[in-house]
């Protein structure tokens, strides 16, 4: 049977209506998410407005279905054997833990010595989980897969937000955000390796594949930094947009940064920074992560309600898909 074109069009606006994809995105070319030669990937979507999470089947960015996880979930952690998510819920201070084969529901796990947990990491070998705690300034480690704390580390700065460990699992380096300092802190010893500051503030940061080089957001400048490790040697700052947020490093060393003032994203190749140029997301820019190989880069959108999609290759977003309200965090998961 033949369709008529006003009923097809009609069906498109149903479909646009419910949010299945925006008028101004391209489904074919989004599409284009590489699977790695795996079954499933998925992308995981944090919603802190929907006290919820949201999964996404990664080679057709098309909505899979959405669970629950408790209040306010924000940033995110996935095991090296991508067994589990860790979610922080720094108002209700705990971590939610999420077996990936059942996407229904995240394990709640508190304790005493963490109050406002800002991020998670887990360890090269999966065997830990590090916890950042803003308000006791403070680094946890918990052990996997009880998530029992075994031990703490007081960071000796105030506003610790955001931690990145090296490729090797040697090094932690932690940004403590109102007061701009960073940390490095030295996991195998588990004692400060160093601290400095970069400036009022220090945002995102992001390791190169070498683990020779970081890359820091200065929000108050405008600018990124990057840093020679581990001694912090300052190499070259780099301008960026407006409100420089979190930074992504992809696994081809191209640099995302989130500007969540002029609402796009800054780009540009770690060992070329004059080729850099921006492209337009959506609005609040909150977090990124990148396909396996570094093709493509997903945007968590917070004041939009949704997730960009950009070819890393021709610096373009491809579409956006709405995802739930407040998206505050995405991972990928195989």
């Known amino acids: 049977m033949k369709i008529k074109k006003p009923v097809l069009l009609l069906l498109f606006a149903v479909a646009v209506g419910l949010g299945l994809f925006y008028v101004d995105s391209e489904p074919s070319r989004a599409q284009a ?117 075994v031990r703490t580390l007081p960071l000796n700065g105030l506003g610790p937000s955001l931690m990145r460990i090296s490729k090797n699992g040697a090094k932690m380096f932690i940004s403590h955000e109102d007061t701009g300092l960073l940390t490095v802190v030295d996991l195998f010893n588990w004692s400060i390796y160093k601290q400095m500051g970069v400036g009022p503030k220090a945002g995102g940061l992001d390791l190169s594949s070498d683990n020779g080089r970081l890359v820091v957001a200065l929000p108050s400048e405008s600018m990124v930094g990057i840093y020679k490790t581990p001694n912090l040697e300052l190499l070259k700052k780099v301008p960026v947009g407006s409100g420089a947020g979190i930074v992504g490093v992809s696994p081809k060393d191209q640099v995302v940064v989130l500007n969540t003032i002029s609402n796009d994203v800054s780009m540009f190749p770690l060992d070329r920074p004059s080729a850099r140029f921006r492209t337009a997301v959506g609005v609040g820019p909150r977090d990124l992560c990148f396909a396996p190989d570094g093709s493509m880069c997903y945007v968590a959108n917070f004041n939009t309600d949704d997730i960009s999609v950009i070819d890393m290759a021709k610096g373009t977003q491809l579409g956006r898909l709405l995802v739930g309200k407040g998206p505050r965090a995405v991972v990928w998961l195989f």
């Open 33 to 149: 998410a590489p699977s790695q030669g795996l079954l499933n990937p998925r992308l995981v979507v944090s919603c802190f407005l929907d006290d919820s999470m949201s999964v996404i089947d990664a080679r057709t960015v098309r909505m899979l279905g959405k669970f629950s996880v408790g209040s306010n979930p924000e940033r995110m952690s996935v095991s090296p054997d991508n067994k589990y998510i860790a979610v922080t819920q720094p108002k209700t201070g705990c971590i939610s833990i999420v077996e990936s084969g059942n996407l229904r529901f995240g394990n709640a796990h508190a304790d005493p010595q963490m109050t406002t947990p800002v991020d998670v990491c887990f360890s090269t070998d999966g065997a830990r989980l590090y916890v950042l705690d803003s308000k006791t300034c403070t680094l946890l480690e918990l052990h996997v897969p009880s998530f029992e704390v």
